[in-house]
């Protein structure tokens, strides 16, 4: 089965330090990766989208990618009260979806705690 | 740019009852949209694909005679949970394909959601 992992957490970060999320995924085949980020009793919030290898930056988000080794990470630099939320990692994959469309397959998140 | 709105945001209902749910592309033509959902403490489960003027592409186990979508226009797309039962309560989101940021490759965009509860 295809699968997306995340490392649940909490991960706990003082603020101004970099935080540093993970997440692997199973299927060799995927072509797009993304980070949401999600506060309780809301809906996602794209953060930022990774299609090639390396590193993608846009202010202080940074995505990783290295999919020999099925990996996406993403570093917040001087982290933020804010920035307290749960972070989902998404895979867009055909294989993943049964109807063949590309709809997201989503890691269960990283809940991130920035402490003031 | 590229906003999406949902409506209902929170919706109680009385089980065998149905509930319609819409999602809009406010800003930007949407041919295809995502329907998930999402149970307290997990992540979210695409439901089905919904593809304007075509039928809804339903993902295994989710049973497209209960959760009926229509995607009559560029804009809209509903779900309809018919005969909603208490195990049906969750948090439905939808999600609109669109522009990607700086002109890249297409990207989902989420609506609010819509909190669902059936007693």
């Known amino acids: 089965q295809k699968e997306v992992e995340q490392n649940s957490g909490p991960l706990s970060v003082p603020e101004g330090a970099i935080a540093s999320l993970n997440c692997t995924y199973s299927?060799?085949?995927?072509?797009?990766f993304f980070w949401y980020r999600q506060y309780s009793g809301k809906s996602p919030e794209l953060i930022m989208s990774i299609y090639s290898n390396g590193d993608k930056e846009d202010g202080r988000f940074t995505a990783q990618l290295n999919k020999a080794s099925q990996y996406v990470s993403l570093l917040i630099r001087d982290s933020q009260p804010s920035d307290s939320a749960t972070y989902l990692c998404a895979v867009n994959g055909r294989m993943y979806s049964g109807g063949g469309a590309d709809g997201l397959t989503f890691g269960k998140g990283t809940h991130l705690i920035i402490q003031p | 740019g590229a906003v999406v709105s949902q409506h209902p945001s929170r919706v109680i209902c009385k089980s065998g009852t149905s509930v319609k749910i819409e999602c809009r592309s406010l800003d930007f033509q949407a041919t295809t949209m995502f329907w998930y959902r999402q149970f307290p403490k997990q992540s979210l489960m695409l439901m089905a694909t919904s593809n304007e003027g075509s039928k809804a592409t339903y993902e295994q186990g989710v049973e497209k005679d209960k959760f009926l979508i229509n995607h009559a226009s560029l804009t809209l797309s509903t779900l309809t949970v018919t005969s909603a039962h208490p195990e049906d309560s969750s948090f439905y989101i939808c999600?609109?394909?669109?522009?990607?940021?700086?002109?890249?490759?297409?990207?989902?965009?989420f609506g609010p959601g819509t909190r669902l509860t059936v007693l």
């Open positions: 299927d060799r085949g995927s072509q797009s």
């Open positions: 999600s609109a394909r669109g522009p990607g940021r700086g002109g890249g490759t297409d990207t989902q965009y």
